[in-house]
């Protein structure tokens, strides 16, 4: 089993920048590939970014493309997703997820381990 645990969400301008952490324990985090969902009040759970294994292999959602970043450290088991140039329809829970299958997938079925979220609210 594998139990992550998200920090660093919180209030933001337009424009700001925030860090997400996710921290696992239990299986070691270099079996899995990784992930960042985000949900937003009454949508679905959207694919923001994944990375594989070894880290070097990453894929991002069209949305946030080209302004956030995922890096993923094995020693210290954390993934971390670098949110920049936020803006307002970035604001959402975003949520870690661990993937025990080989390859990147963008679907919320695809993965097999969830953390509890942390909440971003970005303003204007």
């Known amino acids: 089993q594998v139990q992550l645990a998200e920090s660093g969400g919180g209030w933001v301008q337009t424009g700001g920048s925030l860090r997400l952490s996710c921290a696992a324990s239990?299986?070691?985090?270099?079996?899995?590939?990784m992930g960042w969902f985000r949900q937003a009040p009454g949508k679905e759970r959207e694919f923001v970014a994944a990375?594989?294994?070894?880290?070097?292999?990453?894929f991002y959602g069209d949305s946030v493309k080209d302004r956030f970043t995922i890096s993923r450290d094995n020693i210290k088991s954390t993934v971390s997703l670098q949110m920049n140039s936020l803006k307002v329809e970035d604001t959402a829970v975003y949520y870690c997820?661990?993937?025990?299958?080989?390859?990147?997938?963008?679907?919320?079925?695809?993965?097999?381990?969830w953390g509890q979220g942390t909440q971003v609210t970005v303003s204007s």
């Open positions: 997820a661990g993937r025990s299958r080989d390859f990147l997938r963008t679907q919320v079925y695809q993965y097999d381990y």
């Open positions: 239990g299986r070691t985090l270099s079996r899995l590939n």
């Open positions: 990375i594989d294994r070894n880290g070097g292999t990453t």
